[in-house]
């Protein structure tokens, strides 16, 4: 006798930029569910007093999720249904499945080859017309401090080892892939290790135990490292990277997450050109990633059975 499903699902609200996409790619796979659809800010009471699931990145701006018994969150960092207040427990928390390591990693490496490569410095000899030789520096043989050993923490790690680079992970609990990272620390260790980085890569969830971890004293203890964040931008202390750049802890910061996004106009990390900045795109969210990461949870709750993906609400990933 197949085991009886967990909750019955059968109306789907979409809350997304592409949530047409989306929708079309449910009702294709699945055509007995009903979907509606929006921008997660135009997502009204109506919608998610109709819904048994919600599909989204973040919570819609109303007072309840209404009857809403599971919320499948689109990202990897789930902070958003956490925070200003945690997601009520009665309704299951998953996350998607798709692998966002792959092209984080490549953001990181790319930004780590454009300071090593002075690609800034000499774009603006050349519109400015100016010869103006520097000498490059390669990643061989220097030192990448990786704080988050996860799937992206892992795929980070993957490429600069590749270039030559001695590869060291951080982790709440000093756990990692040994093929992967030379050295394996645990957190406690952080300000010691982070010492020894001239790569500090941030690639951790935002939980209670993670915000605020890279304290003004973890990147006093830096020795001219470049910072680069493509975790979640309250992890480390913003307001100080500045002073830090300006003391010679950090050399230069890469940062594709902010404490507040949009970051705000008046924020100094846009005028300094020790910083590159963007706007937090270092891991998109694909139609297909999302689609299946949905329905595979979605198997699981017919057939009864808790999904792979679903969030461990005390460690809030």
């Not at 989204?56 to 200003?84: E, L, N």
């Not at 490569?117 to 401090?145: C, I, K, M, S």
């Amino acid at each position: 006798m197949a085991s009886p499903a967990l909750f019955p699902v059968r109306r789907v609200v979409v809350g997304s930029t592409q949530h047409e996409a989306v929708r079309a790619a449910l009702t294709a796979a699945r055509p007995d569910l009903d979907t509606r659809g929006a921008r997660y800010q135009d997502v009204t009471a109506d919608d998610l007093a109709w819904a048994d699931a919600y599909i989204g990145f973040k919570r819609p701006p109303v007072p309840t999720m209404g009857t809403v018994r599971w919320v499948h969150c689109t990202g990897a960092g789930v902070d958003a249904w956490f925070s200003p207040t945690e997601l009520d427990r009665s309704i299951l928390l998953t996350r998607s499945s798709e692998s966002f390591g792959p092209m984080i990693a490549e953001w990181a490496l790319a930004r780590a080859l454009a300071v090593a490569q002075r690609l800034r410095e000499f774009d603006a000899a050349q519109f400015e017309r100016r010869w103006a030789p520097r000498d490059p520096h390669l990643l061989r043989g220097t030192t990448a401090v990786i704080v988050g050993t996860g799937d992206v923490g892992g795929h980070c790690g993957r490429l600069f080892a590749a270039l030559g680079c001695h590869v060291i992970g951080v982790s709440r609990t000093g756990a990692g892939d040994a093929a992967v990272f030379a050295e394996r620390h645990p957190v406690s260790a952080l300000t010691q290790v982070a010492a020894r980085a001239d790569w500090l890569l941030l690639m951790l969830p935002l939980t209670d135990d993670t915000r605020g971890l890279v304290t003004r004293e973890v990147l006093a203890a830096c020795r001219g490292a470049v910072l680069i964040n493509g975790g979640r931008g309250a992890v480390v202390d913003e307001a100080a990277i500045p002073d830090a750049l300006d003391a010679g802890w950090l050399r230069a910061a890469a940062l594709d997450v902010f404490a507040v996004e949009p970051l705000p106009a008046t924020s100094p990390l846009w005028a300094d050109p020790r910083v590159i900045v963007s706007p937090h795109i270092s891991g998109l969210t694909t139609v297909e990633g999302t689609v299946a990461g949905f329905l595979e949870c979605l198997t699981s709750i017919e057939a009864g059975a808790t999904p792979r993906w679903t969030v461990d609400r005390d460690r809030q990933y």
